[in-house]
């Protein structure tokens, strides 16, 4: 998967809070304290689609784009890990979540257990080097004495240093690909639903399927990689129990 480096300047002044809205791209104010209330967006984007994306919300939000240019900055490698990688994976996972261990003991426990994918634990390589990693393993929903096979999305890591610049969206996006092209039907997050509704997710597709951690509102959402792979389809979501202590 290709994936670019993007400057997008808009006239009006924003924060970083509006990363977002636009694939989590960096949002830098430009000469702040200056009558020129300029903003920088920055990142890389996977495709054309993702920019006209981005383009078109700065349409609906009635911001005024400036200038759109593709920058060649060395593009991030998205590649399935190898067992070499297994101390950097532990490192960005640590280092992303303020340096809890639970999320990287949690990766080091699935690539242990049978609900472990070699194809589906992703790490993105910049310069020689590890910064970002992401995660699908299996799961499964009990359903009238049937168990359905799926896949969780947890966790997804980034180096803080490169937060905001788009490397989690390409993990996101390359992820789901290969998700279904290995012919999965389904993926459950329990995240951030600004965030992961850009990819599909939906708290309406999990409504009918409970969630083993309490209730968790719209933060719990599903995916369809097959259209109506969860329709009528209610139960219990079961994590293996590496999960439970995160």
Request: negative net charge; charged residues 25%; hydrophobic residues 40%.
């Amino acid at each position: 998967m290709t994936v670019y480096w993007y400057e997008i300047r808009v006239r009006e002044t924003l924060d970083r809070r509006w990363s977002q809205w636009f694939d989590g791209m960096a949002v830098v104010p430009e000469m702040e304290g200056s009558s020129i209330p300029d903003t920088l967006l920055c990142g890389y984007l996977p495709d054309q689609a993702a920019l006209f994306g981005i383009l078109s919300r700065l349409r609906n939000l009635n911001l005024t784009l400036i200038e759109v240019k593709r920058v060649d900055h060395p593009m991030p490698i998205i590649r399935p890990e190898t067992p070499a990688d297994a101390e950097a994976i532990y490192s960005v996972n640590k280092q992303a979540f303020d340096g809890r261990e639970a999320e990287p003991r949690l990766v080091d426990t699935i690539r242990k257990s049978d609900g472990f994918i070699p194809e589906l634990s992703l790490v993105v390589e910049k310069n020689d080097r590890i910064v970002g990693h992401i995660l699908f393993s299996r799961i499964q929903i009990q359903s009238e004495n049937v168990q359905l096979l799926g896949l969780a999305l947890a966790p997804i890591a980034v180096l803080p240093e490169y937060q905001g610049h788009g490397i989690g969206s390409a993990l996101v996006k390359r992820g789901l690909e290969e998700c279904k092209r290995l012919g999965y039907a389904w993926i459950i997050v329990l995240g951030h639903p600004a965030y992961y509704a850009r990819f599909g997710f939906a708290p309406e597709l999990a409504k009918s399927l409970e969630c083993p951690f309490g209730d968790c509102g719209d933060a719990w959402m599903a995916l369809e990689l097959t259209p109506g792979a969860l329709e009528g389809v209610r139960g219990k979501v079961i994590y293996p129990p590496a999960f439970d202590h995160v």
